[in-house]
Each structure stands twice: as structure tokens, then as C-alpha cells.
């Protein structure tokens, strides 16, 4: 599969950005989707993952109550939607999918294809 991640851009705190990632190539709803983050000179870590039907949604506790993921299993696309933007969420944002087993792994090597990324800046 091919991940296509857009949306990103600079942003004021406390305003909003909605993230999308159109993927190709084997049926897109066969993959749990994720999305991660790069802080600048930090380690990739785990934003958001959705389950193939989207019934099930895993947050990281940063972004809990501020951030949503969603799918479009038609359109073979995953949204973030990013809500009261802090400057601490400025990052590279990548998507990612995996087809292994029934679960979420929160964690980059819990998943096997990724995107090339979008940026995202929040000034304060």
C-alpha cells in the first residue's frame, strides 16, 4: 500500500487543522491505520490508530479529548482531525497501516507501511 499524507501547515494555538491520508494499492479496508508523530530532534510517537471498521480508536494521552480519527473505508482515505492545537503538537505527522492480526499496537514498529509525512507548526 501507498500512504499520501496532506493537510498540514502552520496554525495559531487553539485552532485546528484536519490531517488526511489517501492510501492505494491492496483494499485499504483490510488495514488498521495509524498516525504518529516527529517532534523536532525527537522520537516518533504514537498519535492515533482506528480498527478496519472503524469501531474501535486508540489515542495517545497527550492528545485525548483534543484530537479524532477517522476513515473513509470508499474513499481509501484516514483523517486527523486536530482541535485546540498546542505548540507541543508541532511535528512531522505520518500516517501508517498495518494488516497484522486484530489489534492495535501503539508503537511505530507495531506497523508496516508508512507515509511520507506532513508537517504541522503551531505558533504561540
Known amino acids: 500500500v501507498q500512504l499520501q499524507a496532506s493537510g498540514g501547515g502552520l496554525v495559531q494555538a487553539g485552532g485546528s487543522l484536519r490531517l488526511s491520508c489517501a492510501a492505494s494499492?491492496?483494499?485499504?479496508?483490510?488495514?488498521?491505520m495509524g498516525w504518529f508523530r516527529q517532534p523536532p530532534g525527537k522520537e516518533r510517537e504514537f498519535v492515533a490508530a482506528?480498527?478496519?471498521?472503524?469501531?474501535?480508536?486508540n489515542y495517545a494521552d497527550s492528545v485525548k479529548g483534543r484530537f479524532s480519527i477517522s476513515r473513509d473505508n470508499a474513499k481509501s482515505t484516514v483523517y486527523l482531525q486536530m482541535d485546540n492545537l498546542k505548540s507541543e503538537d508541532t511535528a512531522v505527522y505520518l500516517c501508517?497501516?498495518?494488516?497484522?492480526?486484530?489489534?492495535?499496537?501503539?508503537?511505530?514498529?507495531?506497523?508496516?507501511?508508512w507515509g511520507q509525512g506532513t508537517k504541522v507548526t503551531v505558533s504561540s
Open positions: 482506528i480498527m478496519r471498521r472503524g469501531w474501535l480508536t
Open positions: 501508517a497501516a498495518h494488516t497484522r492480526g486484530d489489534f492495535i499496537q501503539p508503537t511505530p514498529t507495531g506497523f508496516d507501511y
Open positions: 494499492g491492496r483494499t485499504f479496508r483490510s488495514y488498521i
